[in-house]
């Protein structure tokens, strides 16, 4: 094996018990050479006030491709009731046929994973006087299908339902006595006058939402991604902003769960539903696959 003079001589210094010491004087860099320099770390930290306020954002410099599956999510359970309680609840599909575009915009072989993507997840905390007042997590870029039968909800669907003239609405969300609601809803639908959800006018439970793409609309076949897509607790009202700082979502007290959906639905979802994805490699073809 060759080595060159420098070797050959450290070797000669050990061999008569002499340690050889490298000698080196630090030397400042100016700022146009540290403007050069670039780098990335695992994890970013991130401190904002908005006044009521004081938050720390604490994010991880990683992309995830997930398809989950639970059988059954209860979140805030309390006093007869939960914030949320959901059942079959998954992240992420199965495609059932060859060649279909589908949520991220690829096509798959009926049988593929379709995976939800969750880009740079994020826990982040809210303190007012030195005490903790929320604490959510999510990802700053989120796209895929959630697919749940939803007996009890407490936060934001961004969904769009097509009115009677056929002008895209802001889905509301109610309780079963058809009062307008965000907290603990168990139906959804359009507001208005004739809307009944007990009898089933322009409102339908919210087990009729199987499955729902999570995305922003942005004018192309396959959504965009967001970043609101978070699940949050609070002991009191939180401003949770967006992290790119373009939104900012109000979330009452306790557990508050952001759904920001790109799709548009015309009225046939109050007598038919949205289909469920498969979620299993089984699809039992009706029900809940």
Aim: glycine share 12%; with cysteine.
């Amino acid at each position: 094996m060759k080595q060159d003079a420098y070797g050959y001589a450290v070797l000669a210094l050990v061999c008569l018990g002499i340690t050889p010491v490298a000698q080196a004087e630090l030397e400042p860099i100016s700022d146009q050479e540290m403007s050069e320099v670039q780098g990335q770390g695992l994890m970013t930290i991130e401190n904002l006030d908005d006044g009521a306020h004081q938050f720390t954002r604490m994010s991880l410099t990683i992309d995830a491709e997930t398809r989950v599956n639970a059988d059954s999510v209860t979140l805030g359970g309390i006093d007869g009731g939960a914030d949320f309680q959901a059942t079959n609840v998954a992240l992420g599909h199965i495609a059932r046929e060859d060649g279909v575009q589908r949520v991220n915009g690829k096509t798959y072989a009926a049988g593929d994973t379709v995976p939800f993507e969750g880009l740079k997840p994020y826990i982040e905390l809210a303190e007012v006087d030195d005490q903790l007042a929320g604490f959510r997590m999510g990802f700053k870029q989120a796209r895929g299908t959630i697919s749940a039968d939803m007996e009890s909800f407490s936060g934001n669907i961004g969904l769009q339902i097509e009115d009677a003239d056929g002008n895209p609405t802001t889905a509301t969300l109610f309780d079963a006595n058809t009062n307008a609601t965000n907290y603990r809803a168990s139906h959804f639908g359009l507001a208005g006058d004739s809307t009944d959800c007990s009898a089933g006018v322009q409102c339908a439970p919210l087990s009729y939402l199987r499955s729902m793409d999570i995305g922003t609309d942005n004018g192309e076949e396959a959504p965009g991604f967001t970043n609101d897509f978070f699940l949050s607790f609070q002991r009191e009202g939180v401003n949770w902003q967006s992290p790119d700082g373009g939104n900012v979502i109000e979330a009452a007290k306790g557990v508050f769960l952001n759904l920001p959906t790109s799709m548009t639905l015309d009225q046939q979802v109050f007598e038919n539903g949205v289909p469920r994805e498969q979620t299993h490699y089984i699809d039992r073809g009706t029900g809940m696959f």
